[in-house]
């Protein structure tokens, strides 16, 4: 079973510097990864996807992240964050090899964005 | 509506009644899944339902917990004999299919949080 490793639960950053939250996951055969990020008191919504091809995938507000097949990474960058980037960030990944209905979590990332 | 919906979206109940969750998929979505989030553990996969399909029931954790979907619309989760530890939020997600294949993008609702005294 996949699983996936999100190495920081808290990540306090000031506003307009660079920030990256990582994740790391279990399997190194062909996967779909996903970042979803979750407002406070909301439902979680689609950041970026890695489905194939390009390594760089960017994403909405900004966000861009890189897959790294050899190392199982798939972290997630942003050169200038604001305060409204303050939110909980989850990394995903599912298996299209096993049917790829069934995305796996990270236990997720609470960035903290200082005025 | 043009997301998913769910509901309650707050429920309190007293340790030992059922309670039922309800979800309304994004209209034409054929897969509907349930996820429980607890504070600190992340996203945990409950019961996937797919067309007309036998649903994935492999995330349920315990026979108190039990979901089905009419239709294939609307989908209800249902736990019995409510216990403290099943104090969580109990989100709702939906997706399509894209050359027969689900790739994995979901469409969330804003989640039902229920709180067992």
């Known amino acids: 079973a996949q699983s996936v490793t999100q190495l920081d639960s808290q990540v306090p950053v000031f506003e307009e510097a660079p920030v990256e939250l990582r994740c790391n996951y279990s399997s190194s055969v062909s996967v779909y990864l996903f970042w979803y990020v979750q407002y406070p008191n909301q439902g979680l919504q689609l950041l970026l996807k890695?489905?194939?091809?390009?390594?760089l995938v960017k994403g909405i507000n900004g966000f861009e992240a890189e897959f790294n097949k050899s190392q199982t990474s798939f972290h997630l960058r942003k050169p200038s964050v604001h305060i409204s980037d303050t939110a909980e960030y989850f990394c995903a990944v599912s298996d299209p090899g096993a049917g790829s209905y069934q995305l796996t979590f990270g236990k997720g990332t609470k960035l903290s964005v200082i005025p | 509506g043009a997301g998913v919906s769910q509901s309650p979206s707050n429920k309190v109940t007293e340790k030992g009644k059922d309670v039922e969750l309800r979800c309304d998929p994004i209209?034409?979505?054929?897969?509907l899944y349930w996820y429980r989030q607890s504070l600190g553990q992340g996203l945990e996969f409950l019961i996937y339902?797919?067309?007309?399909?036998?649903?994935?029931k492999s995330g349920l954790p315990s026979d108190r917990f039990s979901a089905e979907r009419t239709g294939g619309s609307v989908s209800t989760l249902t736990i019995q004999r409510t216990q403290q530890e099943d104090s969580a939020v109990y989100l709702c997600a939906s997706s399509t299919t894209s050359g027969g294949a689900n790739t994995g993008e979901l469409f969330f609702g804003e989640g039902s949080r229920l709180t067992v005294l």
């Open positions: 339902f797919q067309g007309n399909s036998a649903p994935d």
């Open positions: 209209s034409g979505h054929t897969a």
């Open positions: 890695y489905l194939s091809g390009s390594t």
